[in-house]
Nanobody, 115 residues
């Protein structure tokens, strides 16, 4: 089992920035990578970004490319998501998880971007 704890969300104005953190525990290194996902009200959960444990290779959804940066600290079992130039359509609950996806999700952290 893995346990995931997201933090760092909040309310910001459009154009602002937030830095999310994901503290992971359990057998996370059996996975290929860690990723961030988000879910807005009435919408399906979608992929945002991922970073591989082995070499730090990153992947981004087109909607956030150039604005968000994912990073990881293997020693701290922590993954970060630096979000800049936030837009109202970034509003969602943000979750982290292993890739491939584990069966459990954390509580997520709410990001709200006002116009």
């Amino acid at each position: 089992q893995v346990q995931l704890a997201e933090s760092g969300g909040g309310l910001v104005q459009a154009g602002g920035s937030l830095r999310l953190s994901c503290a992971a525990s359990g057998h996370i290194f059996s996975s290929i990578a860690m990723g961030w996902f988000r879910q807005a009200p009435g919408k399906e959960r979608e992929f945002v970004a991922a970073v591989s444990w082995s070499d730090g290779t990153t992947y981004y959804a087109d909607s956030v490319k150039g604005r968000f940066t994912i990073s990881r600290d293997n020693a701290k079992n922590t993954v970060y998501l630096q979000m800049n130039s936030l837009r109202p359509d970034d509003t969602a609950v943000y979750y982290c998880n292993t890739i491939p996806i584990s069966g459990s999700w954390g509580q997520g952290t709410q990001v709200t971007v006002s116009s």
